[in-house]
């Protein structure tokens, strides 16, 4: 097995409301190895932002409470000092957030902001960050970097301020890179371009990266293995092929039957999954997915289920064997 | 109107042959608006009177010439004399050195206590935030010209304190405009992605807030200006203000007032310089405001166009 990069084990978090503790993620544990790319799959809601900003401590907390492990390189990202997780915030772990459109200050220059990053952690002057910011615009794919580093973000599109947060979040060469939700707000041409560039940059830095998204078919695409999230739960973790051929969870056959399916003759209706996701305030005993779950028996309501095959790769929180659900 | 014109020039993704930044585009607008120009030119004046005006004064200020006293407009005098017989165009256009120069210093007080506050308030809000923002409410309950007084009163009458004090008046103002703008700035997506990339406190409010809520700040400090040129006014006509035997527009205005029926020169030449001046500031601020804030930019569009 390669090194772990990212081990997260246990990780609970949970935010005071004024209707009570909301538990929004509830003993999440994966690993990340090195050069792998984990997508992390889940509807809104599900709890999968919100874990992977506990992971560099970008929660507020007075409101979150973040409890559990996650070893970064056998570091405790959790129990850092500020000033410890600032120097793995960006240098070590960088995060790409989801609307390019506001991720880049709009009165400051391109070549400024992503001079910053290596003004900061790479203690670099001037002429060097900018020698280095146009080379990351380059690796990047963007035509002309040296002369587009003083324009400013309202003069690049969508696509290529998504482009610009990339370079930004490899401009210290981390380890890891968090993408929520990147591609989401971009057309499908633009999303392509940007998946191709990531993965690029995966094979030629040795990148690890956690993809969060709600996008199956984003997932289809670049990752190597898969944790469905939900209600702040894994409900299925699998290598991508390993699922994609046979989904042990109902949650997960539910999720997938709600994609549109091309080549189809005649157009047919969605899927959609009937109810709510659950509410984080009154989680119930059972299984989260129990209330939605056209399976569900009562043993389902009152005893949550455990991970089953943790020795194998293909992992499932169901009371029920595939076989017995689906014949 | 369309809402992306603005910013939507080069929004293709093409590189953009002309390079308008943003300065260049307030400044386009402000210039586009002849009330904003007309302030503009009006100010220049002010600002050349007050740095020139001893050596264009046609008379020395307290050049004392009782035989000529109380005499109308003429072209020897062309303000007219007062009771003393000084020229009350030359102590007009002194004047215009003490209400600048309190005005800006004044604005300039309130700017460097205030905007940090609301900075530090906006930012970590909490317990911080309660505190700062309940003192500056004490201040802002209180009338502004009640307040400056009762500080006078304390620190004593004087220009470096009639200064201070309308500085502190207007501190309020300026620590809840930044506050109000930082709390919208801070939850912007760059600046928690400036935080994910390791940015300290310092850095983000210093790199990413501040510059970004520099537009409110700069409208409401020119249209302060006007303000606090009319407490200085207002401070020096009551005698808190500039002391004798400096003209100040405020204490002309004042002394003026005993003699309006045989000599309305006098109040009404000083009186005209304020009001001018305080238009002029007026109507600079609103140009900024229309270059810079667009929002209130498309309300008053949309009301040109009915």
Same mark, same amino acid.
């Given at each position: 097995?390669?090194?772990?990069?990212?081990?997260?084990?246990?990780?609970?978090?949970?935010?005071?409301?004024?209707?009570?503790?909301?538990?929004?993620?509830?003993?999440?544990?994966?690993?990340?190895?090195?050069?792998?790319?984990?997508?992390?799959?889940?509807?809104?809601?599900?709890?999968?932002?919100?874990?992977?900003?506990?992971?560099?401590?970008?929660?507020?907390?007075?409101? %979150?409470?973040?409890?559990?492990? %996650?070893?970064?390189?056998?570091?405790?990202?959790?129990?850092?000092?500020?000033?410890?997780?600032?120097?793995?915030?960006?240098?070590?772990?960088?995060?790409?957030?989801?609307? #390019?459109?506001?991720?880049?200050?709009?009165?400051?220059?391109?070549?400024?902001?992503?001079?910053?990053?290596?003004?900061?952690?790479?203690?670099?002057?001037?002429?060097?960050?900018?020698?280095?910011?146009?080379?990351?615009?380059?690796?990047?794919?963007?035509?002309?970097?040296?002369?587009?580093?003083?324009?400013?973000?309202?003069?690049?599109?969508?696509?290529?301020?998504?482009?610009?947060?990339? %370079?930004?979040?490899?401009?210290?060469?981390?380890?890891?890179?968090?993408?929520?939700?990147?591609?989401?707000?971009?057309?499908?041409?633009?999303?392509?371009?940007?998946?191709?560039?990531?993965?690029?940059?995966?094979?030629?830095?040795?990148?690890?990266?956690?993809?969060?998204?709600?996008?199956?078919?984003?997932?289809?695409?670049?990752?190597?293995?898969?944790?469905?999230?939900?209600?702040?739960?894994?409900?299925?973790?699998?290598?991508?092929?390993?699922?994609?051929?046979?989904?042990?969870?109902?949650?997960?056959? =539910?999720?997938?039957?709600?994609?549109?399916?091309?080549?189809?003759?005649?157009?047919?209706?969605?899927?959609?999954?009937?109810?709510?996701?659950?509410?984080?305030?009154?989680? #119930?005993?059972?299984?989260?997915?129990?209330?939605?779950?056209?399976?569900?028996?009562?043993?389902?309501?009152?005893?949550?289920?455990?991970?089953?095959?943790?020795?194998?790769?293909?992992?499932? =929180?169901?009371?029920?064997?595939?076989?017995?659900?689906?014949? | 109107?369309?809402?992306?014109?603005?910013?939507?020039?080069?929004?293709?993704?093409?590189?953009?042959?002309?390079?308008?930044?943003?300065?260049? *585009?307030?400044?386009?607008?402000?210039?586009?608006?002849?009330?904003?120009?007309?302030?503009?030119?009006?100010?220049?004046?002010?600002?050349?009177?007050?740095? !020139?005006?001893? +050596?264009?004064?046609? @008379?020395?200020?307290?050049?004392?010439?009782?035989?000529?006293?109380?005499?109308?407009?003429? +072209?020897?005098?062309?303000?007219?004399?007062?009771?003393?017989?000084?020229?009350?165009?030359?102590?007009?256009?002194?004047?215009?050195?003490?209400?600048? !120069?309190?005005?800006?210093?004044?604005?300039?007080?309130?700017?460097?206590?205030?905007?940090?506050?609301?900075?530090?308030?906006?930012? @970590?809000?909490?317990?911080?935030?309660?505190?700062?923002?309940?003192?500056?409410?004490?201040?802002? *309950?209180?009338?502004?010209?009640?307040?400056?007084?009762?500080?006078?009163?304390?620190?004593?009458?004087?220009?470096?304190?009639?200064?201070?004090?309308?500085?502190?008046? @207007? +501190?309020?103002?300026? *620590?809840?405009?930044?506050?109000?703008?930082?709390?919208?700035?801070?939850? &912007?997506?760059?600046? $928690?992605?400036?935080?994910?990339?390791?940015?300290?406190?310092?850095?983000?409010?210093?790199?990413?807030?501040?510059?970004?809520?520099?537009?409110?700040? +700069?409208?409401?400090?020119?249209?302060?200006?006007?303000?606090?040129?009319?407490?200085?006014?207002?401070?020096?006509?009551?005698?808190?203000?500039?002391?004798?035997?400096?003209?100040?527009?405020?204490?002309?205005?004042?002394?003026? $007032?005993?003699?309006?029926?045989?000599?309305?020169?006098?109040?009404?030449?000083?009186?005209?310089?304020?009001?001018?001046?305080?238009?002029?500031?007026?109507?600079?601020?609103?140009?900024?405001?229309?270059?810079?804030?667009?929002?209130? $930019?498309?309300?008053?569009? &949309?009301?040109? *166009?009915?």
């Amino acid at each position: 097995m390669t090194e772990q990069v990212l081990s997260v084990d246990d990780l609970t978090v949970s935010f005071g409301t004024r209707l009570g503790r909301a538990r929004v993620v509830n003993g999440f544990s994966y690993d990340v190895a090195e050069g792998e790319t984990v997508a992390i799959v889940g509807e809104s809601g599900s709890g999968k932002s919100v874990s992977s900003l506990a992971l560099l401590q970008l929660l507020p907390v007075p409101p %979150a409470r973040v409890e559990g492990k %996650a070893l970064f390189r056998g570091d405790d990202l959790l129990t850092m000092s500020d000033a410890e997780i600032r120097r793995i915030r960006g240098n070590r772990i960088a995060m790409i957030f989801q609307d #390019p459109m506001t991720s880049l200050n709009p009165v400051r220059t391109i070549g400024y902001q992503l001079i910053e990053p290596l003004a900061m952690h790479m203690g670099l002057d001037d002429r060097a960050a900018r020698a280095r910011a146009a080379e990351l615009l380059e690796i990047v794919g963007i035509p002309s970097p040296g002369d587009r580093l003083d324009d400013y973000p309202h003069q690049f599109s969508g696509g290529m301020r998504q482009r610009v947060m990339i %370079a930004m979040g490899i401009a210290c060469n981390p380890d890891l890179l968090i993408a929520d939700e990147a591609t989401t707000a971009l057309d499908v041409t633009t999303q392509a371009q940007i998946l191709e560039e990531i993965s690029r940059l995966q094979e030629y830095m040795g990148l690890a990266v956690i993809w969060i998204t709600h996008d199956l078919g984003v997932v289809a695409g670049i990752a190597d293995r898969v944790v469905v999230l939900y209600g702040g739960s894994i409900m299925e973790e699998a290598p991508i092929d390993d699922l994609f051929a046979q989904r042990l969870h109902p949650y997960t056959r =539910a999720l997938l039957a709600s994609l549109p399916k091309p080549g189809l003759d005649r157009p047919r209706r969605l899927e959609a999954i009937p109810g709510l996701p659950p509410n984080p305030v009154r989680l #119930p005993p059972g299984c989260p997915f129990a209330p939605r779950c056209t399976h569900a028996v009562e043993r389902c309501f009152s005893e949550k289920p455990e991970l089953r095959n943790p020795e194998s790769s293909h992992r499932v =929180a169901c009371h029920f064997d595939a076989g017995e659900l689906y014949g | 109107m369309t809402p992306g014109i603005d910013q939507g020039v080069g929004d293709a993704g093409e590189p953009i042959a002309e390079h308008r930044s943003r300065a260049r *585009a307030t400044v386009d607008t402000v210039l586009r608006n002849r009330l904003a120009v007309a302030g503009l030119i009006v100010l220049a004046l002010l600002v050349l009177a007050a740095i !020139l005006g001893p +050596t264009i004064a046609p @008379y020395d200020i307290n050049d004392i010439n009782v035989a000529d006293r109380l005499t109308g407009p003429s +072209t020897a005098h062309w303000f007219g004399t007062d009771e003393l017989g000084r020229d009350v165009f030359s102590r007009v256009l002194i004047g215009a050195r003490v209400s600048l !120069l309190v005005g800006f210093i004044a604005v300039g007080i309130a700017l460097i206590v205030g905007v940090p506050i609301g900075l530090v308030s906006g930012f @970590y809000g909490g317990a911080a935030d309660s505190w700062l923002m309940r003192m500056m409410d004490i201040l802002f *309950a209180l009338p502004a010209i009640l307040l400056a007084i009762a500080i006078l009163a304390v620190l004593g009458p004087g220009i470096v304190n009639a200064m201070i004090a309308i500085g502190i008046v @207007y +501190t309020p103002i300026f *620590a809840r405009i930044t506050r109000g703008s930082v709390l919208t700035i801070k939850e &912007s997506v760059f600046v $928690r992605a400036a935080r994910s990339l390791g940015a300290t406190d310092g850095r983000i409010l210093r790199t990413h807030i501040l510059p970004n809520v520099t537009a409110p700040i +700069t409208v409401q400090a020119s249209l302060s200006l006007a303000f606090a040129i009319l407490a200085e006014a207002a401070l020096s006509f009551l005698g808190l203000g500039v002391q004798p035997p400096a003209p100040a527009w405020g204490r002309m205005l004042s002394e003026g $007032r005993g003699f309006f029926e045989q000599a309305p020169w006098m109040a009404i030449f000083p009186g005209v310089a304020i009001v001018i001046t305080v238009m002029a500031f007026n109507f600079v601020g609103d140009g900024l405001r229309d270059a810079l804030d667009p929002q209130q $930019r498309s309300v008053i569009e &949309s009301r040109g *166009a009915e």
